[in-house]
């Protein structure tokens, strides 16, 4: 079974790019399956999919996968933010 490198979903024309790096990724192997959602502004302007989830066996809209450590830099980025706007004292002890 051969599995298409096509990209589906939907994009906003100005994320457009976005839906070219993700094609060519998957044409050229560097990667062999991904999907890629944008929210901007409070709507959703990029949902994109393409190749394998597993060999063999196509990724689609709502395929599973492990995200593993992606909520370390989101919960380094929430602690930068809030240091910049002065909510919380990097220096301060933990416990504070």
Request: glycine letters at 8%; charged letters at 20%.
């Amino acid at each position: 079974m051969t599995v298409s490198t096509r990209v589906e979903g939907v994009c906003a024309t100005a994320f457009e790019p976005l839906r070219d790096l993700l094609a060519s990724h998957l044409a050229d192997g560097t990667d062999l399956g991904a999907s890629v959602a944008v929210v901007h502004d409070g709507e959703l302007v990029v949902d994109l999919w393409g190749g394998e989830a597993r060999p063999g066996v196509p990724w689609e809209e709502d395929t599973v996968v492990m995200v593993w450590s992606v909520s370390k830099p989101m919960a380094a980025l929430t602690t930068l933010v809030l240091a910049d706007r002065g909510e919380i004292d990097l220096d301060a002890p933990v416990a504070s």
